[in-house]
């Protein structure tokens, strides 16, 4: 995530989106991350995912690895 955000923002802005549906909650787990090729667009904070940047695809939603790991664990809080 270029530039990268700090954890408790991320927090905040994963919490933020799931009270509002704009993000679902997630399931036990996320698969491995890849690493970008550049062109996606993060659907947790909305910067471009770098190209050589680890990546994941949630539920056909792309997120930087460390923002999918903190909606995971934002997930799990909720349930």
Do not use: K, Y
């Not at 787990?29 to 995912?49: K, L």
């Not at 940047?53 to 949630?58: A, D, G, L, P, Q």
């Amino acid at each position: 995530m270029a530039p990268e955000l700090p954890e408790s923002e991320i927090r905040r802005v994963v919490r933020h989106q799931m009270r509002e549906r704009a993000l679902p909650t997630i399931g036990s787990t996320i698969p491995p991350g890849r690493r970008a090729s550049g062109g996606t667009r993060c659907v947790v904070c909305g910067f471009d995912i770098t190209a050589g940047r680890n990546e994941c695809e949630v539920g056909g939603l792309w997120a930087n690895e460390t923002c999918a790991v903190i909606w995971r664990q934002e997930s799990d809080r909720l349930s």
